[in-house]
């Protein structure tokens, strides 16, 4: 790596010795990334943070003298950094877990454990683009950080063949797919809450670690006029419903005669994600084709963007979130570079966007 490269300065902030070990190894395997420091607790978090800023901060949850939410709120309030929640993967600490991100808090990613190659790998690449990703949301450093190094990236083309031309029978029943990443979570929230009870069927592919996505769906469901949860295989697309990809787990848009239905499926990791934008995508232009909305929002990398792209080349109708409402403009960057988005749009509309095209 070139001396005058400028890499990404992270700050690890675990009670857990092997944890701290184990995510600096993790961070470290990319040339990219610099662990610039280590701290037990949000005390010694504290005292680090004199001597040195980082660029990310990695934050435990659970430790004593302080807990990482309070850290949190009080870190955004006096001296704001991108932080990463380090989490484990426990379906009672994801509701808690969850609350960082409204408190400003960019990703969740599971702490680094022992298993198959495949799975560190997997967890190696989750982990370094988390962190990459939050790094990106200050500007100044986006441009300065060099590209990681990576195994070849899998297109949708390893979960499903690419869109064909169907005999189905003749539909106007209008479906939406979203995909988002970085920043979407609250960005999901604010869209949905809009959203009116009889509005269309939603399929939502959210970059998140298995179990919390669980949780975000109550979590929305509580929040929206609509209904929000977890997809399950087989699931029937219903008018007022949004159903959220299972973390870890792909989702597909299916149809058969009139009835549309989600698919969830095992499968390698697709753009660098599972579950991936582009799968629900493909599968949307596949069985909807110009029935289907599309919105893609905030996000670092591009999944998504060839999925759209196939998308509009079906007839459907996409949007894309707005540069200045994103947290990460990446994904609908990439997506308007491939010529698959009709209209670029602020957060505040998408909504009526959706809305407007079902229509």
Do not use: W
């Not at 995510?23 to 395997?29: C, D, K, R, W």
């Amino acid at each position: 790596m070139p001396m005058t490269a400028q890499r990404i300065k992270v700050l690890i902030v675990d009670d857990s010795a092997l944890v701290r070990q184990t995510l600096q190894s993790v961070l470290e395997s990319d040339s990219g990334i610099e662990v610039v420091g280590v701290a037990t607790d949000p005390y010694v978090a504290a005292q680090r943070l004199e001597s040195v800023v980082p660029d990310v901060i990695t934050l435990d949850v659970e430790m004593p003298r302080m807990d990482g939410i309070t850290f949190l709120r009080k870190l955004m309030a006096q001296h704001p950094i991108p932080v990463v929640i380090c989490s484990t993967l426990t379906e009672q600490g994801a509701e808690t877990t969850l609350k960082a991100l409204e408190y400003g808090a960019v990703d969740i990613i599971l702490k680094p454990k022992v298993g198959t190659k495949q799975f560190l790998e997997e967890s190696r690449i989750r982990i370094c683009d988390a962190v990459r990703a939050a790094a990106a949301c200050n500007p100044k450093k986006l441009a300065a950080a060099p590209r990681m190094e990576v195994q070849p990236k899998l297109t949708a083309d390893a979960v499903l063949a690419a869109p064909a031309a169907r005999a189905m029978a003749e539909t106007t029943e209008k479906m939406v797919v979203i995909g988002a990443s970085t920043g979407g979570t609250e960005a999901l929230r604010e869209v949905l809450e809009a959203l009116p009870r009889d509005c269309p069927p939603i399929a939502i592919v959210q970059h998140m670690p298995e179990k919390f996505t669980a949780a975000f769906s109550d979590r929305l469901n509580r929040m929206c006029a609509i209904t929000v949860r977890e997809a399950r295989d087989n699931d029937s697309m219903l008018r007022g419903q949004a159903l959220i990809a299972p973390g870890n787990r792909h989702m597909l848009l299916k149809r058969s005669g009139a009835r549309y239905f989600v698919q969830v499926k095992d499968g390698p990791m697709v753009s660098r994600h599972r579950p991936s934008v582009d799968v629900l995508f493909r599968s949307a232009a596949s069985y909807a084709g110009k029935n289907a909305v599309a919105v893609i929002m905030t996000g670092m990398g591009d999944d998504g963007a060839k999925g759209m792209r196939e998308l509009h080349d079906a007839g459907a109708m996409n949007f894309a979130q707005d540069e200045k409402s994103c947290v990460v403009f990446g994904m609908p960057q990439e997506a308007i570079k491939l010529g698959g988005v009709d209209k670029v749009v602020p957060l505040s509309q998408i909504a009526r966007e959706i809305v407007r095209a079902a229509n």
